[in-house]
T-cell receptor, first 111, second 114 residues
Framework: GENVEQHPSTLSVQEGDSAVIKCTYS??????FPWYKQELGKRPQLIID?????GEKKDQRIAVTLNKTAKHFSLHITETQPEDSAVYFC??????????FGQGTELSVKP | DTAVSQTPKYLVTQMGNDKSIKCEQN?????MYWYKQDSKKFLKIMFS???????INETVPNRFSPKSPDKAHLNLHINSLELGDSAVYFC?????????????FGSGTRLTVV
């Protein structure tokens, strides 16, 4: 079945640095790739998404890239701030109608 | 004015009991889901309903039974609770079952089985 691998599981950066989280997926028919941010004790919230006909998308300090050939997609956060600290999940939506999540990355931004 | 609301937020119960979690969305979405988030934060889909029809039923013990009385509601009933059922259960909804739009999650129900 569909599998989404996410790395790293934990990431610690200094405020102002960039953070990159990478995911790979197994189902080549996957066509939609959202990213969610989950703060401690809160619900996952959609922060950005990308569809399979686009290679890159940017929204202020966050950007996503997609390499369909390699079945990789990544989240880039620039100029990180302490409030960016959270668990980030990538996900891939496959033709089977399921949104499959990666294992999560705990990002810690140190002031 | 919460878009996806779940009740209760916390649930502590003894092994062997039966409990229900309720979910309602006011977004007009056609599809609703139940996800389980374990202690390692992994989010795993359990069920999905589209317009009251079950469309995804993952390998979940049959002690778990979803019910969708209408497309705005999706409840989860759990029989004979076990210690391993302890987790946070999230309800979510999306406009269609095709997932080309982000899911909106509820605030979660933290279930603790003692």
């Amino acid at each position: 079945g569909e599998n989404v691998e996410q790395h790293p599981s934990t990431l610690s950066v200094q405020e102002g640095d960039s953070a990159v989280i990478k995911c790979t997926y197994s189902d080549s028919a996957s066509n939609y790739f959202p990213w969610y941010k989950q703060e401690l004790g809160k619900r996952p919230q959609l922060i950005i998404d990308i569809r399979s006909n686009v290679g890159e998308k940017k929204d202020q300090r966050i950007a996503v890239t997609l390499n369909k050939t390699a079945k990789h997609f990544s989240l880039h956060i620039t100029e990180t701030q302490p409030e960016d600290s959270a668990v980030y999940f990538c996900a891939a939506f496959n033709q089977g109608g399921k949104l499959i999540f990666g294992q999560g990355t705990e990002l810690s931004v140190k002031p | 004015d919460t878009a996806v609301s779940q009740t209760p937020k916390y649930l502590v119960t003894q092994m062997g009991n039966d409990k229900s979690i309720k979910c309602e969305q006011n977004l007009g979405h056609d599809t609703m889901y139940w996800y389980k988030q374990d202690s390692k934060k992994f989010l795993k889909i359990m069920f999905s309903y589209n317009n009251k029809e079950l469309i995804i039923n993952e390998t979940v013990p049959n002690r778990f039974s979803p019910k969708s009385p209408d497309k705005a509601h999706l409840n989860l009933h759990i029989n004979s609770l076990e210690l391993g059922d302890s987790a946070v259960y999230f309800c979510a909804s999306s406009p269609t079952g095709y997932g080309h739009y982000g899911y909106t999650f509820g605030s979660g129900t933290r279930l603790t089985v003692v």
